[in-house]
């Protein structure tokens, strides 16, 4: 026992200014940067010119959030207007990639003119 205190105690200690990766100052650092009250930010619902700056989500604001209406689920064509599980926002309307042949498995995706479209595939089984 007596032999682990001195080994321990002769330990040199870090210095004060070093930065050690649990200090208190780096765990509360990276606290306030996870507050999003320590950031600002510009409310789309009063400034909906924000939405349409480089590097936002959409030129649309629904619900304080900057959105694209031409290919958002939860706000298909308007604010709110949400598209079924099942279903995917394509130029504003839901439709189901799965058997439209305008938009076969993805959005913009036409089958060839005669074919159709199954399981989300242009002429599957023919």
């Keep these: 026992m007596a032999f682990a205190i001195s080994v321990y105690s002769n330990e040199t200690?870090?210095?004060?200014?070093?930065d050690h990766p649990y200090s208190n100052n780096n765990i509360l650092r990276r606290f306030?940067?996870?507050d999003p009250r320590?950031?600002?930010?510009?409310a789309c619902?009063?400034?909906?010119?924000?939405?349409?700056?480089k590097g936002s989500s959409g030129p649309n604001c629904c619900k304080k959030k900057c959105v694209d209406v031409?290919?958002?689920?939860?706000n298909c064509g308007k604010c709110?207007?949400?598209?079924?599980?099942?279903?995917?926002?394509?130029?504003?309307?839901?439709?189901?990639?799965s058997v439209?042949?305008?938009?076969?498995?993805?959005?913009n995706n036409s089958?060839?003119?005669?074919?159709?479209?199954?399981?989300?595939?242009?002429?599957?089984?023919?």
Excluded at 80 to 97: A, P, R
């Design 13 to 18: 200690p870090l210095p004060e200014s070093e």
């Design 100 to 107: 439209n042949a305008k938009h076969c498995g993805r959005c």
């Design 70 to 74: 031409s290919t958002d689920k939860l």
């Design 45 to 53: 619902d009063k400034y909906p010119r924000v939405c349409r700056a």
């Design 111 to 126: 089958c060839k003119k005669g074919s159709s479209c199954a399981y989300g595939m242009c002429s599957y089984a023919n």
């Design 80 to 97: 709110g207007s949400k598209c079924n599980y099942s279903q995917m926002c394509c130029q504003g309307k839901c439709v189901n990639t």
């Design 38 to 42: 320590t950031t600002a930010t510009v």
């Design 32 to 34: 306030l940067a996870d």
